[in-house]
């Protein structure tokens, strides 16, 4: 395999990946709304406080008895450090700047459910499930002729989900529903961005996009109108992105590339101890090792990956100060997808959520929602090469950010 060959196959393959890396571990995005934002999401696949549960849990649309609507906006600011790096070169191994490739990114949702009659309900959902936005600095690795851009560049990667969803009343206790996700995905990559490895020209420059069938499960049991619990299963497909490759001797358009996405379970109880004061909390399962490598339909391995199934655990409360305002916070841990492979492409570990926010209700049938969340990381010790195990390099990576939620929900 020629030089410039063998960095444009790692070079795709922290494109790509490092396009889903920031807000959940792996590359979950959570910014279904403002209201479970300001909880921590615990609670979320049951709560059923406006249309945006339909996102966790299709069954819960049981518990609407008018139709009702929400539309939201999340602003994702994430920072991300990649630090202490350093690529060896044989008789050497040079210091590589450090690098914050962190930015705003902006994730709008829109939930509406109808309920049929006393048993049937359906709805419709618009949001994103992945997405970031990161970019290294110009000439990244500039002490070693910028060879490092091909581990960076820059990522800039939306997703929407569009759900369809119905919900079916079994009795006063059980509830269940199901819905089918059509998944669309698309990003733009630059790596290798000015490099000596192609003339001085980008070494991969890349503009896919391609959509994905999914679908979910789940069901709802209300013990009582105060005590109620929730279960729910997500199918999420394989991706199958085409478009753009360019930059380099290997050509790569003729094939789609295969992104398998994870499946999720969540389990999740609301408890309401008085006319003041809820509990709730969540358990989500993510199946992250089906995420074991990146090749393309013609059976071109781009990268092994071998991540690990990943677990989120929240916990929150809800205050309902008077007929005006109500007030919320929440705590969640998220686990680290990422096992023994590492990358600076990848900023993954283990995350703690601390989360706050209110509604305040404008009259009888409708409210606005506000959400913050402050999502701390850990250093992350990096060590990583090309395929062929040259050019080893070493680095530390941690990311943070911070997510602020708005949203106007309405009863009819």
């Known amino acids: 395999m020629s030089v410039n060959k063998r960095f444009l196959t790692v070079s795709i393959a922290a494109a790509l990946v490092s396009s889903f890396n920031v807000q959940a571990a792996g590359f979950q995005l959570n910014s279904q709304s403002a209201t479970g934002l300001g909880r921590a999401f615990s609670g979320d696949a049951v709560i059923a406080d406006n249309a945006s549960v339909v996102a966790k849990n299709a069954a819960a649309m049981a518990l609407f008895d008018r139709p009702a609507m929400s539309l939201g906006l999340t602003v994702i600011d994430t920072d991300i450090k990649v630090k202490d790096t350093s690529i060896n ?24 459910i109808h309920p049929i009659n006393e048993k049937i309900a359906v709805g419709a959902s618009l949001y994103s499930n992945f997405g970031t936005l990161t970019e290294f600095p110009e000439g990244y690795g500039s002490g070693v002729n910028g060879i490092a851009d091909v581990y960076g560049g820059t990522t800039d990667v939306k997703s ?31 790596r290798g961005r000015n490099s000596p490895l192609a003339g001085g020209q980008d070494l991969v420059d890349i503009d896919t996009d391609g959509f994905g069938i999914g679908f979910n499960v789940g069901t709802v049991f209300e013990l009582n109108s105060n005590n109620r619990f929730g279960l729910t299963y997500r199918y999420s497909p394989t991706l199958e992105t085409d478009g753009d490759i360019s930059k380099s001797p290997a ?40 995420f074991d490598k990146l090749e393309t339909t013609g059976g071109v391995l781009i990268k092994d990956y071998e991540w690990q199934d990943g677990w989120h655990y929240a916990i929150g409360g809800t205050y309902y100060l008077n007929n005006d305002w109500t007030l919320r916070a929440g705590y969640m841990h998220d686990t680290s997808a990422q096992d023994q492979m590492t990358s600076i492409s990848v900023p993954d570990s283990d995350r703690n959520w601390i989360s706050g926010g209110f509604t305040y209700h404008l009259d009888s049938k409708s409210n606005i929602d506000f959400g913050l969340t402050y999502l701390m990381g850990k250093d992350v010790d990096v060590t990583e090469s090309q395929p062929d195990g040259s050019l080893p390099l070493t680095a530390t990576t941690r990311a943070n950010a911070w997510l602020y939620g708005i949203q106007y929900s309405r009863s009819f």
Not at 161 to 187: E, H, K, P
Not at 255 to 279: C, R, T, W, Y
């Open 89 to 112: 070169l044989g008789p050497i191994s040079p210091i590589v700047e450090d690098a914050s490739i962190g930015g705003v990114s902006y994730v709008p949702n829109l939930y509406y």
């Open 160 to 190: 929407m989900n569009l759900g369809l969803s119905a919900s079916y009343r079994i009795n006063n206790q059980f509830s269940l529903g199901a819905g089918l996700d059509v998944i669309y995905g698309s990003g733009k990559f630059k």
């Open 251 to 290: 050509n790569l358009n003729d094939q789609k590339l295969k992104i398998p996405l994870p499946d999720m379970a969540e389990f999740s109880g609301f408890h309401k101890l008085n006319d003041k004061f809820a509990v709730h909390y969540s358990i989500q399962w993510i199946g992250w090792s089906s």
